[in-house]
């Protein structure tokens, strides 16, 4: 079974400051991965996906994020945060062959002006 | 994501009601899916439909029912509610189709909170 883990309930940085939102996974086979951004009374929304190719991967917002493949991690960055950056973050994986998504518990990020 | 509705946004009922929560999609997308949010949990999947004939359980699906009415409409039922199953609910669809398949995101829409008491 797949398992997702987010290590950090909350991030706290300064706006300007670069942000990373730490993210593991343990699937068998090479896993599709996820980042997903929510706002207060909103719905989860799309960040950025990892399939296959390239290991840093570029989403909206000036986030991206890096594949590692032998720490099975997958966390999220942005050069230069920004308070409205300020959210709760998913990760999420997808086996290769199955079609449901299994998400981590969240990470609170609050970017301080 | 406001092609995906969900239908009430807030609900507050009692002990033993039954409860339906609606979800219509305008994306056009074939997979439709609803989840639960718990502080500290993330998402759990309650129940997933690739099409109008393909029900599955996801997860959690104990005290739950669904019905995929149209290819845009999935509900969320609860035949006799009880206080644990106070949460945020999310629907959410994902397209399938296309060359791009089965790789998509999936879309949610803005929630339903729901309180029993």
């Known amino acids: 079974a797949q398992s997702v883990a987010q290590p950090e309930d909350q991030v706290n940085v300064a706006e300007g400051n670069p942000l990373t939102v730490k993210c593991t996974y343990s699937v068998s086979g090479n896993p599709y991965l996820f980042w997903y951004v929510q706002y207060p009374n909103r719905g989860l929304q799309f960040l950025l996906k990892?399939?296959?190719?390239?290991?840093l991967v570029k989403g909206s917002y000036g986030f991206e994020a890096e594949f590692n493949k032998s720490q099975t991690s997958f966390h999220l960055k942005k050069p230069s945060a920004l308070v409205s950056d300020s959210a709760l973050y998913f990760c999420a994986v997808r086996p290769p062959g199955d079609y449901k998504l299994s998400f981590g518990a969240g990470t609170t990020v609050t970017v301080r002006a | 994501d406001a092609d995906v509705t969900q239908t009430p946004r807030n609900r507050i009922t009692k002990t033993g009601k039954r409860i339906m929560l609606e979800c219509s999609q305008t994306k056009g997308h074939d997979r439709m899916y609803w989840y639960r949010q718990d502080p500290g949990l993330g998402l759990r999947l309650i129940y997933y439909s690739f099409d109008v004939k393909d029900i599955n359980k996801g997860e959690i699906s104990d005290g739950y029912s669904v019905s995929r009415q149209a290819q845009a409409k999935f509900s969320l039922s609860l035949e006799s509610a009880i206080p644990n199953q106070t949460a945020l609910y999310f629907c959410a669809t994902s397209d399938s189709t296309g060359k791009k398949g089965s790789n998509q995101p999936q879309h949610f829409g803005d929630g339903t909170r729901l309180s029993i008491l």
């Open positions: 990892y399939i296959t190719g390239d290991n």
